[in-house]
């Protein structure tokens, strides 16, 4: 990606090297004190200095009070005393008429010989502290900013306050359509990233349906760019955002129409928000086709000038039916950002789904006596323009997709791997009764139920302005390793290793893991009774095969991929375990384990440049950075051409899509994936023989040497899918 493999060290001690150096460091000082910004008495807006003081007596004897008075006369400021209990910090303030003096004051400041540090207080920081909407239900917007349950909002406010709002980034809603002519959205509407594929023009405004229910993408668009301060409904994460729909739920969906959405105007649309997925009835198995697959690789490759577009999917609401998303190919794909709901308790509401792949979760609805998420709502039929009734984990991927564009605000130039490093870096864990937190070698602490933990903008934010990107993604692919073994009955175990060596990582330099994959062909009377357990080197162990009671398929699985993210940033080598076991009706026939594979991706990021992240990320949650105008250097990007595609002529898409894919693939990933086995290859084609009739696509894909693509899934459906929106049944609220 724009990683560049050969700038990593010295850049990423830089902004350390500046700790070191800048001022603004000095911990007590940070402006983000409360002393700091509520000294008593306080002075006027942007005529306050703080000084601190050299420590140690000057040679007359003078205490530090009598300093500081000496230095507020030099400086011809006045001395309104200690900052709270900071020794040696003192509040010097101005007059209001002394705006011309205010700069000699800062010389004289730092000329002072008792002046260890100063700063003049931040006008910004201090005029704008409380952000005041005049939006009608901005203070119903609990999930911004919530006064009943300290600590159960997404801790925005102070991002806004300084003056990050999204500006310069652009979120593409794929679903329904969006009304853009809403007075909240079309200020911040972008043309220019929206599609319809339902109807193929350039308008994704919804139509009305008979159910009144094509509301879903505008409300979805509100959580994300609602207008500010327009004395009309609420405001979004990124309000200053630009936000762009593709229309393409309403109406059968394919696998050509979903690749061309996951690529739809790629060079403007920096992050797709999407709330869809297979139907969440605890018994699919299903994910993207081999267009969509294809499309979302090239989306990281090339969307974004090559730093990769930035895909967040809902992890799903078939939790009532015991769903998982790691049976949900679009949540456990190692290209999205998969994000969980919690509710204003951060409990997991009874909807949502865990899994061992999920990456962090922010707030949706709950119960009924828990608020909904208040948001923009389509003005058509029944809708007024507002609602306060948004949910399921519908309504948190978008406001992960709202918190990604502050992100790339800060640093344009993160790539889609840093943004998934960033959350696992910077989401909080909390109490939770039902969350199994656990922390891996590497220090992550991750739930099945809650991933790395529930995000927060102020700390993604804030570790966005300090991140250097991550060197290069490489993998490992282990053979594919034939067994042909009876899953035992529990509680015995069936237990299979595979132990990747140094020489094994030798050739692509992997040192640290992000995603551990596993990619299984199983047959079994009733595979929802199997259970799949992967253990790291480290020992941590991910649920990858949950048991589903709903699923009562005789299939078993063929070829599908299992992942997990919760060994990132551990070592890659050592030994990985399988513990697979059924919880089998008696009267049912054992089930065989036909074969396996393991994938590690991961980087040359060693174990201690891990642990020096970490430390960095703590240091830069004080604010500093953010307060300073410090910012990293940012490689340009590559130039891209816009997608020349017409998406009405499918064959000429599917031909580029795939030769661009390929192209990129060699130059950038080749070396890292020749671990690949050419018995594997073998052993694919064969497995996948006789699918002619599952479409035209398959073939080609096959044919190329593209090595992702062999992983795709043997795709048993038609090539028309049917995808729900991830919203709750009012029903069942
Ligand atoms: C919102 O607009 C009002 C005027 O209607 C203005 O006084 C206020 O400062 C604005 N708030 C913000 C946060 O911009
Ligand atoms: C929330 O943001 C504020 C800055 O606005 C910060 O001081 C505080 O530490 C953050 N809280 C958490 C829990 O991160
Ligand atoms: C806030 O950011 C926007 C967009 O970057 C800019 O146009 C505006 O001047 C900034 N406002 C302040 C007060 O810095
Ligand atoms: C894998 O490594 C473990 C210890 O790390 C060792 O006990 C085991 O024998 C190894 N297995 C193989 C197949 O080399
Ligand atoms: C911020 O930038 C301005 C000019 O762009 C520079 O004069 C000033 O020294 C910088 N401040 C800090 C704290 O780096
Ligand atoms: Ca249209
Ligand atoms: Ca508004
Ligand atoms: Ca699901």
Redesign the pocket.
């Known amino acids: 990606m724009a990683s560049s493999p050969s700038f990593p060290l010295l850049l990423f001690l830089s902004p350390l090297i500046l700790l070191t150096v800048h001022p ?1 460091h000095t911990p007590p000082l940070s402006p983000d004190n409360p002393h700091f910004r509520s000294p008593p008495p306080s002075c006027g807006p942007g005529q306050s200095w703080a000084v601190r003081l050299h420590a140690r007596l000057d040679d007359e004897g003078h205490d530090l009070d009598e300093l500081a008075h000496l230095v507020a006369e030099d400086a011809g400021l006045e001395n309104r005393g200690q900052i709270g209990q900071l020794a040696g910090h003192y509040l010097l303030c101005q007059g209001a008429d002394e705006g011309q003096r205010g700069t000699g004051a800062g010389k004289a400041l730092a000329a002072h010989r008792y002046v260890a540090w100063h700063s003049q207080e931040l006008i910004l920081s201090r005029s704008k502290r409380s952000v005041a909407f005049n939006d009608p239900k901005y203070p119903k917007q609990w999930h911004l900013h919530n006064e009943l349950r300290a600590g159960m909002d997404i801790n925005v406010t102070g991002v806004w306050e300084r003056n990050i709002t999204g500006a310069g980034v652009t979120v593409v809603v794929v679903d329904d359509g969006v009304q853009h002519t809403l007075a909240d959205i079309q200020p911040n509407y972008s043309p220019e990233g929206s599609y319809d594929l339902n109807s193929n023009d350039p308008d994704p405004m919804p139509h009305p349906d008979a159910r009144s229910d094509n509301h879903h993408g505008t409300r979805c668009a509100g959580e994300i760019a609602a207008v500010s301060n327009n004395s009309f409904c609420a405001v979004g994460v990124a309000y200053g955002s630009k936000v762009a729909g593709i229309r393409v739920l309403d109406g059968p969906l394919t696998d050509s129409m979903e690749a061309v959405a996951f690529n739809k105007h790629y060079q403007v649309n920096d992050v797709y928000s999407c709330s869809w997925g297979p139907d969440d009835d605890g018994r699919t198995v299903d994910g993207p086709h081999p267009l969509g697959k294809a499309a979302l690789q090239h989306g990281v490759i090339a969307g974004r000038r090559g730093f990769g577009s930035i895909f967040v999917v809902a992890s799903g609401n078939g939790g009532q039916y015991n769903d998982n998303c790691n049976y949900d190919g679009y949540a456990n794909s190692i290209y999205t950002v998969t994000i969980g709901a919690v509710d204003e308790n951060g409990r997991m509401p009874f909807y949502a789904e865990e899994c061992a792949s999920m990456l962090a979760v922010t707030f949706s609805s709950g119960g009924r006596s828990l608020r909904s998420i208040v948001t923009s709502d389509w003005s058509l039929q029944e809708g007024t323009g507002c609602t306060d009734a948004h949910t399921g984990t519908s309504a948190a991927a978008p406001l992960a997709a709202g918190m990604i564009a502050l992100m790339l605000q800060v640093r344009p130039c993160l790539t889609w791997r840093d943004v998934q490093h960033i959350i696992a870096y910077t989401a909080t864990q909390y109490t939770d009764a039902r969350a199994d937190w656990e922390t891996n070698g590497a220090g992550f602490h991750h739930s099945h139920q809650h991933g790395f933990g529930l995000l927060n903008a102020w700390r993604l934010v804030n570790a966005a302005k300090v991140w250097d990107s991550v060197p290069f993604l490489v993998s490992y692919q282990s053979p594919v390793l034939r067994e042909e073994r009876q899953i035992l009955a529990y509680p015995a175990n069936l237990v299979l290793s595979w132990n990747v060596t140094a020489a094994d990582l030798k050739q692509s330099g992997m040192k640290t893991l992000e995603h551990v994959s596993m990619t299984m062909t199983m047959a079994h009377p009733r595979r929802g009774t199997v259970e799949i357990v992967l253990l790291c080197p480290s020992g941590m162990s991910s649920l990858i095969g949950a048991r589903r009671a709903l699923d009562p398929d005789a299939s078993g699985y063929m070829d599908w991929t299992f992942s997990t993210v919760r060994c990132w940033g551990e070592r890659a080598e050592g030994q990985y375990t399988l513990q697979i076991t059924d919880h089998r009706e008696p009267s049912l026939s054992l089930g065989t384990l036909n074969h396996w594979k393991l994938t590690l991706y991961g980087s040359s990021m060693s174990f201690q440049e891990v642990k020096e992240r970490q430390r960095l990320v703590v240091e830069a949650m004080g604010g500093q950075y953010l307060n ?3 910012s990293l250097p940012c490689p340009p990007g590559l130039d891209i051409a816009p997608e020349k595609v017409n998406p009405l002529t499918s064959n000429s898409l599917k031909s580029l899509l795939l030769l661009g894919c390929f192209a990129l693939f060699w130059s950038l990933y080749y070396t890292l994936e020749v671990a690949l086995a050419h018995l594997d290859l073998r052993e694919l084609w064969r497995g996948r023989r006789g699918r002619a009739q599952d479409g035209f696509q398959a073939v080609r894909l096959e044919e190329g040497p593209e090595m992702e693509l062999q992983l795709q899934q043997q795709q048993r459906v038609a090539d028309t899918v049917a995808k729900a929106p991830l919203i709750t049944a009012d029903s069942a609220t």
Do not use: C, G, Q, T
């Open positions: 603004l300073s105008n410090f």
